[in-house]
């Protein structure tokens, strides 16, 4: 069944065409990769997937139904759709607004009217899954970066939502911590939910995709599995996502040539 | 982990590091203060909007001096039982407040005609009793106003005092701009910080005067457009997660014997103020 249909989508930003005539189909229950260089569109698509954004032109359809403003005045639709989709934001600063740890992460049930007795137990097992328990009571502006970013999470995996949009989810994480959080993300759901990935770092794209879509300068420049994309070293160096530089390898050779770590 | 850090010497870039620090902590301070176990803490947050708003309106109807000074002096008292300091009502608001009124009023005392009570010196300006009454109406209620406006900040969580707007039917769009505003300027505080501590990690030697000016000015539209971003992100945000304008919160508002009892002093006393203040 197809999760997202996006047909012919043109988003802009006054001048600037972030997307242009974009379409593509996400299925229910893949995990997708979004790749791209910086200012490519990624960012942008999933705020129209989220329904954040709206499109100039073409559409985006969720399980059917055209993603519009006037769907989204709809309360009951409205909510539903908060319910099976999360979007986890790129910098965890402008996710986190409430007062404490525990009430950002039970910000989403409560605007979901859950019942209270059931956020607070939600809240506090995936504070405990997420191995924050112990920060609930901290100011989330107070920490870390890491820290920060598991909040971040937590707050939007406490619905546990069918679609998870996630906006450069290692960015900035030191090398354990984005390890923790791939493998968090891979056992998410024992795998069954849609997870929708943007990002620039090839490093963990078989663990973390099915299918991947690249994008370059708004247009979809290739998709295809993980495998059929990392062979592709033109299309990964014409969409800015390889370079070459020069490196030291294990042999003591020092060379330049273009590679994915 | 993210921190802050106080620079004790230093030029500008210095100063507003530290301006920065400060206004951040106490913005924090203001939500711990919110949770402490004074008097005006354990009421419901809906009395205590109703009961401030109400001391605030019979403040500003007040025609008598000394009954806005009772109710300042009322305000005070609150303050006290409800473990906010003299020292923070005075650096929060009375100074703040005295100096942007007192730019406002200081011109009446010679401008408003009526008897001459002092002549200054050198500049022979009258000063006049209907002067001097017009300024002490105008400052009295100014810091009368504000002190009962701290005390529901400094007493209740901000979310708690959205949400008893909402009780008491304030449209959700003024809620919302409310709250973005509180978020707003945290945003604006907390990426203002992070712009000039890096200016400072640029800066090699001692900047001149002018220079440091110029860079504040340059600084001040950046800030303003970044934060402006920043804070559309964080509305965007709120709104993936289900945000439609109405607060919703873990703790229920529920009427104590306490509450209704201070629901009655409140209106009393405001009551009373209307009243003898005619």
């Known amino acids: 069944m197809t999760l997202f249909e996006v047909d012919r989508l043109t988003y802009s930003y006054e001048q600037v065409t972030a997307l242009n005539e974009l ?3 996400i299925l229910e229950g893949t995990r997708v990769a979004l790749l791209g260089a910086n200012g490519s569109g990624k960012s942008t698509l999933l705020r129209l997937l989220d329904g954040l954004y709206f499109g100039q032109s073409g559409s985006i359809c969720f399980r059917g139904d055209e993603l519009t403003e006037d769907l989204f005045s709809h309360e009951d639709f409205a909510l539903e759709f908060r319910k099976e989709v999360g979007l986890v934001f790129q910098n965890p600063d402008v996710q986190l607004f409430n007062p404490t740890v525990f009430d950002e992460v039970a910000f989403s049930p409560l605007q979901l009217r859950w019942p209270k007795s059931e956020v607070r137990d939600r809240v506090d097992e995936i504070l405990n899954r997420l191995r924050i328990f112990h920060l609930k009571d901290r100011v989330p502006h107070r920490l870390s970066g890491g820290e920060k970013k598991r909040v971040a999470l937590a707050s939007v995996l406490v619905l546990d939502p069918a679609v998870l949009l996630l906006d450069e989810p290692t960015a900035a994480l030191d090398p354990r911590s984005q390890s923790q959080l791939i493998d968090l993300l891979v056992e998410w759901g024992g795998g069954a939910k849609s997870v929708i990935t943007a990002t620039h770092d090839l490093r963990d794209l078989g663990d973390i995709a099915d299918r991947c879509y690249v994008l370059d300068s708004g247009l979809l420049a290739a998709e295809g599995t993980p495998d059929e994309i990392l062979r592709d070293q033109e299309l990964l160096q014409n969409a800015n996502l390889v370079h070459a530089h020069r490196h030291r390898h294990v042999s003591g050779v020092t060379h330049s040539h273009p590679h994915l770590h | 982990m993210s921190g802050f850090h106080r620079h004790r010497k230093g030029g500008l870039i210095e100063h507003t590091i530290d301006g920065l620090y400060m206004a951040m902590e106490r913005a924090l301070h203001s939500e711990n203060s919110a949770h402490s176990r004074g008097l005006l803490q354990r009421l419901d947050p809906r009395v205590k909007v109703a009961g401030l708003f109400a001391l605030i309106l019979a403040a500003s109807l007040a025609t008598r001096l000394w009954v806005i000074a009772a109710v300042f002096a009322a305000a005070v008292c609150l303050a006290a039982l409800s473990l906010i300091s003299i020292r923070t009502l005075a650096t929060r608001v009375w ?12 011109p009446a005392l010679f401008l408003t005609p009526g008897a001459t009570i002092y002549r200054l010196p050198w500049l022979n300006w009258s000063v006049t009793h209907q002067g001097v009454t017009t300024a002490g109406y105008l400052v009295s209620r100014v810091e009368t106003t504000a002190t009962l406006a701290l005390l529901l900040i400094f007493t209740t969580p901000w979310m708690h005092i959205l949400k008893a707007l909402r009780v008491f ?10 709250g973005m505003t509180c978020r707003y300027i945290l945003l604006m505080l907390q990426t203002a910080h992070e712009m ?22 340059s600084g001040a539209g950046v800030l303003l457009t970044k934060t ?19 607060v919703y919160l873990l ?16 209106a009393a006393l ?3 103020a209307v009243w003898t203040g005619r």
């Open chain 1, 23 to 25: 379409s593509l189909s």
């Open chain 2, 95 to 106: 100074i703040g407040a005295f100096t942007f009124t007192a730019a406002i009023a200081i």
């Open chain 2, 169 to 178: 039917r304030v449209p959700v769009v003024f809620v919302v701009i409310l």
């Open chain 2, 196 to 217: 000039f501590e890096s200016r400072k990690s640029r800066t090699v030697g001692v900047m001149s005067a002018s220079e440091q000016r110029r860079m504040a000015i």
């Open chain 2, 228 to 246: 402006f971003q920043l804070s559309g992100d964080v509305y965007l945000a709120m709104q993936s997660r289900g945000f439609r304008g109405e």
């Open chain 2, 251 to 266: 703790d229920d508002f529920r009427m104590q014997p306490r509450d209704w009892l201070a629901l009655t002093l409140f």
């Open chain 2, 270 to 272: 405001a009551a009373a």
